[in-house]
């Protein structure tokens, strides 16, 4: 009789059993939907979090990721492509689904991305595009008629003679190229038109101001400023130190807004990082799902002056 009962507590006890295996969640580290048998874990590599593009852009993607019920796990290159190399193995161990990197560099980001596909991880890119690696979506403002943009609306200021300062971003990134060749289209050859001198300052406030004030030394007469971002563009405006010269910058950040709003500078090619994260994001869960995606999807531009 003992044994009886016995016996049949155990079928019991492994019929409960049974039932928590197919019952309990069934996630692992809470990355795995059992509905849908799709991982819920997205990787994004931001190149870097001490600009306020990139923090605007973490945040938009933040806020999709939320709405869409993903779990969305960013990490910061500190613009170092040995960092966002590793940053990108980190996340292959963590066994995301797919991972969206803003590029330090649209050359060096290669290496990142091989460890993606080494990996068979599906990899997008957002604002710098990568000049070698399987990506399968790149996101981005068209940067070639930003630049455009912005050389149109000096020439219009300056009545379509003007000696020109360019301060360019971070060599080989496709936003400095991109915006270097829209800038360059409109501006290259034009009778009255002069390129009078072209440095880099790496998209950084600190070393516009540095380049801004050695051009000051070195080219005492210039009627404008065209810079790739508007960290940079503030930079120069301060080494300017009230002279007439048309600054124009690129990004639309808050501080150049409150700048062209005081005057201090003359516009600035408005990019929607925030809106850039979330299509990034959106673009990202397609691909977990299987879904189709475009091989490049561009983000509207506006020129904001006073």
């Known amino acids: 009789m003992k044994k009886a009962k016995f016996r049949m507590l155990s079928l019991a006890l492994t019929g409960v059993f049974m039932m928590a295996g197919f019952t309990g969640c069934g996630k692992k580290d809470g990355a795995t939907d059992t509905n849908k048998g799709e991982k819920k874990k997205i990787g994004m590599v931001i190149s870097t979090l001490n600009n306020p593009f990139f923090v605007s852009m973490k945040e938009g993607a933040e806020k999709k990721a939320k709405e869409l019920g993903y779990e969305l796990v960013i990490v910061d290159s500190q613009d170092d492509p040995a960092k966002e190399r590793s940053n990108v193995e980190d996340l292959v161990q963590q066994g995301v689904a797919t991972i969206i990197i803003n590029p330090t560099n649209s050359d060096s980001v290669a290496n990142a991305i091989k460890v993606a596909n080494d990996g068979k991880i599906p990899v997008l890119t957002v604002d710098r595009k990568a000049n070698k690696g399987d990506v399968v979506c790149h996101v981005a403002s068209d940067n070639v008629k930003g630049g455009e943009l912005a050389a149109n609306f000096?020439?219009?200021?300056?009545?379509?003679?003007?000696?020109?300062?360019?301060?360019?971003?971070?060599?080989?990134?496709?936003?400095?190229?991109?915006?270097?060749?829209?800038?360059?289209?409109?501006?290259?050859?034009?009778?009255?038109?002069?390129?009078?001198?072209?440095?880099?300052?790496?998209?950084?406030?600190?070393?516009?101001?540095n380049v801004m004030e050695n051009i000051v030394q070195a080219t005492p007469k210039f009627d404008a400023v065209f810079s790739h971002n508007d960290e940079m563009a503030l930079g120069a405006v301060k080494a300017l130190k009230g002279k007439k010269v048309l600054v124009v910058g690129f990004d639309g950040n808050e501080d150049a807004q409150k700048a062209v709003e005081s005057g201090e500078m003359a516009a600035t090619v408005a990019q929607q990082p925030d809106l850039m994260g979330g299509i990034a994001v959106e673009n990202a869960v397609k691909v977990v799902k299987g879904e189709k995606v475009e091989k490049e999807i561009p983000v509207d531009l506006k020129l904001i002056k006073k």
Not at 163 to 186: L, Y
């Open 154 to 209: 000096i020439l219009e200021k300056l009545g379509g003679k003007a000696n020109i300062v360019e301060i360019q971003g971070i060599p080989g990134a496709s936003a400095t190229k991109d915006r270097g060749k829209g800038f360059h289209k409109v501006v290259d050859g034009k009778d009255g038109v002069k390129v009078v001198a072209s440095q880099s300052a790496d998209f950084d406030r600190q070393k516009g101001l």
